[in-house]
């Protein structure tokens, strides 16, 4: 009989194929053009001089690094990211801490009254952005709408109150809006990961004596951590790249240099004033902050897998 055995008694080596790796070739392709090209015009467009005169087929003109060192020295930019960095926090806490709560809470929702609950979420998802935005201008509407009427009915002096007028009371208004679209993602994958904890230990559990929120800290908390943090990576990213929202409240009213975000800043320099090389240097400043802002979380969830 042959001996299948190398010379120092272990089994060869299986031979690896190449198919899987060519089969993974068309989808590289079509990700690298549809990624990587509009990634690469981005870059070489911030090193450039390129306006309106480009447009109409003037060559652009290469400046190096000037786009960037002239947005380093603004201290508008600086004011601008600092805004997004607070509105993207504050959006992000809020959003994973009423969507993990109605998440638990749903686990102790009786069949009927946690399938209106989800179909409310769904809904409140599936709506279109700017039909939810319509809706949330007449809500505040300075005149006819309905937060002013019932706060003044309670009391408060809100009559004729203009909620898009000044920074704080805009910023309200869109984290508002902003955490009511996002809630229902949360909510849904949270449930879902905690339908996977074993019912078995939360009842040895309350067996031992554990009481409600030390089974929630010691069982369900660590055993859902890996959806946890690619949720709240997800709501980081979508929180800092906010614009529909911001763009659509600043035409009802809002002030637009006192609200700008990255994303509305960089629209209203490329599409609004014909500074495209510097729109575009604002977002890869913003792709790289994106990168830092993130790297915790990805670096958690890496070691997360690599402990298990």
């Known amino acids: 009989m042959t001996d299948m055995t190398t010379d120092f008694g272990r089994p060869p080596k299986p031979r690896r194929s190449a198919l899987p790796y060519l089969l993974l070739v068309p989808a590289a392709v079509a990700l690298a053009v549809a990624l990587g090209y509009p990634l690469v015009r981005q870059v070489v467009l911030s090193f450039q001089d390129f306006g309106l005169a480009q447009q109409f087929g003037k060559p652009p003109e290469w400046v190096g690094t000037d786009n960037y060192r002239e947005l380093i020295t603004d201290p508008y930019l600086w004011r601008v990211t600092l805004r997004s960095l607070v509105f993207c926090f504050v959006n992000a806490a809020a959003t994973m801490a009423i969507g993990v709560g109605l998440a638990l809470l749903m686990r102790h929702m009786s069949r009927w009254v946690r399938l209106l609950l989800q179909t409310g979420l769904l809904l409140a998802w599936a709506m279109p952005v700017v039909a939810s935005l319509t809706v949330w201008q007449w809500l505040f509407d300075t005149q006819y709408g309905v937060v002013n009427y019932v706060l003044t009915e309670l009391g408060f002096d809100y009559e004729g109150h203009s909620w898009l007028l000044q920074?704080?009371?805009?910023?309200?208004?869109?984290?508002?809006?902003?955490?009511?679209?996002?809630?229902?993602?949360?909510?849904?994958?949270?449930?879902?990961?905690?339908?996977?904890?074993?019912?078995?230990?939360?009842?040895?559990?309350?067996?031992?004596?554990?009481?409600?929120?030390?089974?929630?800290?010691?069982?369900?908390?660590?055993?859902?951590?890996?959806?946890?943090?690619?949720?709240?990576?997800?709501?980081?990213?979508?929180?800092?790249?906010?614009?529909?929202?911001?763009?659509?409240?600043?035409?009802?009213?809002?002030?637009?240099?006192?609200?700008?975000?990255?994303?509305?800043?960089?629209?209203?320099?490329?599409?609004?004033?014909?500074?495209?090389?510097?729109?575009?240097?604002?977002?890869?400043?913003?792709?790289?902050?994106?990168?830092?802002?993130?790297?915790?979380?990805?670096?958690?969830?890496?070691?997360?897998?690599?402990?298990?």
């Open 167 to 308: 920074p704080l009371s805009f910023f309200f208004v869109a984290t508002v809006i902003v955490v009511w679209m996002s809630v229902p993602f949360v909510a849904f994958t949270v449930y879902a990961a905690l339908t996977q904890v074993p019912e078995e230990l939360m009842e040895a559990a309350e067996i031992d004596g554990a009481g409600g929120w030390g089974r929630l800290r010691n069982i369900v908390l660590p055993t859902i951590r890996p959806v946890l943090l690619v949720v709240a990576l997800l709501q980081v990213i979508w929180d800092l790249r906010v614009f529909t929202q911001i763009y659509i409240l600043q035409q009802a009213g809002g002030s637009t240099r006192d609200t700008n975000l990255l994303g509305t800043y960089i629209y209203r320099l490329g599409i609004g004033g014909g500074k495209f090389g510097m729109a575009a240097a604002v977002a890869v400043f913003m792709l790289v902050l994106t990168v830092v802002l993130t790297a915790p979380y990805v670096r958690s969830m890496l070691k997360q897998e690599g402990e298990d």
